[in-house]
């Protein structure tokens, strides 16, 4: 005899309640990188190389965006390593906060491409706990809250469609990614993947250029497993 799937044990939410409770955790991350001139020209993309002014070799400004979020009341936040690889200065804007702030890199792991930054977390603002393994559960609903494409604090909304996806992205080997239909572009890397219980189940990390409806979320066990390799703990 066939037995049901039990029931979530904590409430489920509504998705409006679950952006209106947790928007404010999630942060809008942008990178500032210094170039020296003289490797300008050696930059994948980059037409053209740099004009000659009197030969000095300036540094150039490369902006990169992505997202995080808050999972520690310390003022820690969870992102990609990959948003914020090579950074020379991190800026952390809140929501509903014109000044942004400068962020500290306290653990990196580049192989699980996740990182946590602390900055000086003003009271008040919520924070998201990461779900169990257990958490995970194809077909279940899930919320992605980011900064695509700049525009800040973007609500989309899917499935997971799948787990246990292996994918290769440059050198980095990534063998257990969920695979969301939520939508997932360019500045939504670093943020949260939240299932209706509230809690993150994965961090946003790869979109397929090539369809539409697939996108791909680092699982929260490697988040967890990262955390313990960069010993900051877990939180309560």
Same mark, same amino acid.
């Given at each position: 005899?066939?037995?049901?799937?039990?029931?979530p +044990?904590?409430s489920?939410?509504?998705?409006?309640?679950?952006?209106?409770?947790?928007?404010g955790?999630? &942060? *809008?991350?942008?990178?500032v990188q210094?170039?020296p001139?003289s490797?300008?020209?050696?930059?994948?993309g980059?037409?053209?190389?740099?004009?000659?002014?009197? /030969?000095?070799?300036?540094?150039?400004?490369?902006? *990169?965006i992505?997202?995080?979020?808050?999972f520690?009341?310390?003022?820690l936040?969870?992102?990609? $390593?990959?948003?914020?690889? +090579?950074?020379?200065?991190?800026?952390?804007?809140?929501?509903?906060r014109?000044?942004v702030? $400068?962020?500290?890199?306290?653990?990196a792991?580049?192989e699980?491409?996740?990182? &946590?930054l602390?900055v000086?977390?003003?009271?008040?603002?919520p924070?998201?706990?990461?779900?169990?393994?257990?958490?995970?559960?194809v077909? $279940?609903?899930?919320v992605?809250? /980011?900064?695509?494409?700049?525009?800040?604090?973007?609500?989309?909304?899917?499935?997971i469609?799948?787990? $246990?996806?292996?994918?290769a992205?440059?050198?980095?080997?990534y063998p257990?990614?969920?695979?969301?239909d939520a939508?997932?572009?360019?500045?939504n890397?670093? +943020?949260?993947?939240?299932n209706?219980? +509230?809690?993150v189940v /994965?961090?946003?990390?790869a979109?397929s250029?090539?369809?539409?409806?697939?996108?791909?979320?680092?699982? &929260?066990?490697v &988040?967890?497993?990262?955390?313990?390799?960069?010993?900051l703990?877990?939180?309560?």
């Amino acid at each position: 005899m066939k037995t049901r799937p039990k029931a979530p +044990g904590r409430s489920v939410y509504r998705i409006a309640d679950v952006v209106e409770r947790y928007k404010g955790a999630v &942060v *809008n991350i942008e990178v500032v990188q210094d170039i020296p001139r003289s490797a300008v020209s050696r930059i994948p993309g980059w037409p053209l190389p740099p004009p000659d002014e009197g /030969g000095e070799d300036r540094e150039l400004h490369q902006l *990169n965006i992505g997202s995080g979020f808050f999972f520690d009341r310390r003022g820690l936040i969870l992102t990609n $390593e990959h948003v914020i690889h +090579g950074a020379s200065r991190i800026l952390v804007r809140l929501l509903g906060r014109t000044r942004v702030v $400068e962020a500290k890199v306290v653990g990196a792991h580049y192989e699980l491409d996740l990182a &946590v930054l602390r900055v000086p977390k003003p009271p008040g603002l919520p924070i998201l706990q990461l779900a169990k393994k257990r958490d995970l559960r194809v077909g $279940e609903w899930v919320v992605a809250i /980011g900064n695509p494409l700049g525009l800040d604090h973007t609500v989309t909304v899917g499935v997971i469609s799948a787990k $246990e996806r292996p994918m290769a992205i440059g050198d980095r080997k990534y063998p257990h990614l969920i695979q969301t239909d939520a939508a997932i572009n360019r500045g939504n890397s670093g +943020g949260p993947l939240i299932n209706l219980r +509230g809690k993150v189940v /994965g961090i946003n990390t790869a979109v397929s250029q090539s369809s539409q409806g697939i996108g791909f979320a680092i699982a &929260v066990d490697v &988040v967890r497993k990262a955390l313990r390799e960069m010993r900051l703990g877990l939180p309560e």
